[in-house]
């Protein structure tokens, strides 16, 4: 009797089929994670991310810090962090990385002693100057003497430390829309004083929330703060 085989045309090409999709699936994550990992190259234009490859460390982590207010040390947890991973593993920068991210509720911590004088950011983020006790006309963060209990929370402290600073550009924006209604002057003056006016090494980066997303891709952990 005449058995059909299975070797037929139609057959074979299902089967040729099954196996083009079988080695798709298998290779799919391999590329996928490749692309992940891929270093992020200097850009043209305004925004250089490629900051973000130097986050190499064997522990990293990246603080998203919210608001000032009622704040005495919004470094502290950032500090406990470095010092702990010291204690416990004898391990420091470059082998441990941080990466302070801030957006609007946070920004005067990234400005200049001269725009906490010009825009009166004490006063608008109402944060007092603990040896006056006035609204503080300086970032009483960037920096502190010698001996002073806060002189290791400071930004400087931190970035001795191998910490980096971002600012968010759409926050910035909000910032110099706010500050420009305020004192009746062009926003893009005010923009460009801003951008200016930030802390030496401070990176600007298009959106909080993309670097965010980044820094965990590149395997940071995340906190709030």
Not at 3 to 25: H, K, V
Not at 75 to 98: G, S
Request: hydrophobic share 45%; net charge neutral; glycine share 8%.
């Amino acid at each position: 009797m005449f058995r059909p085989t299975n070797t037929s045309p139609t057959r074979r090409s299902f089967l040729q089929s099954l196996t083009a999709l079988g080695t798709l699936t298998v290779l799919r994550p391999f590329a996928t994670a490749a692309a992940a990992t891929a270093p992020i190259a200097a850009s043209d234009g305004p925004w250089d991310l490629s900051w973000l490859d130097q986050l190499t460390g064997q522990h990293k982590q990246v603080f998203d810090l919210g608001t000032l207010v009622g704040r005495v040390g919004p470094l502290h947890i950032v500090t406990n962090y470095l010092d702990a991973h010291r204690e416990v593993f004898n391990l420091n920068f470059p082998a441990i990385n941080a990466v302070v991210g801030i957006a609007y509720a946070a920004f005067p911590l990234n400005a200049s002693d001269a725009l906490w004088r010009k825009y009166g950011l004490g006063e608008r983020w109402q944060v007092k100057d603990p040896t006056t006790g006035a609204w503080a006309v300086r970032n009483i963060w960037a920096d502190a003497p010698a001996g002073d209990a806060a002189a290791g929370e400071t930004v400087k402290t931190m970035k001795a430390r191998g910490v980096i600073f971002w600012q968010c550009n759409h926050a910035l924006n909000a910032v110099a829309r706010e500050l420009a209604e305020a004192t009746h002057a062009p926003f893009d003056a005010v923009r460009a004083e801003l951008i200016g006016g930030l802390l030496p090494g401070v990176h600007l980066i298009p959106a909080h929330t993309m670097l965010i997303g980044l820094a965990q891709e590149h395997g940071c952990t995340y906190e709030r703060v």
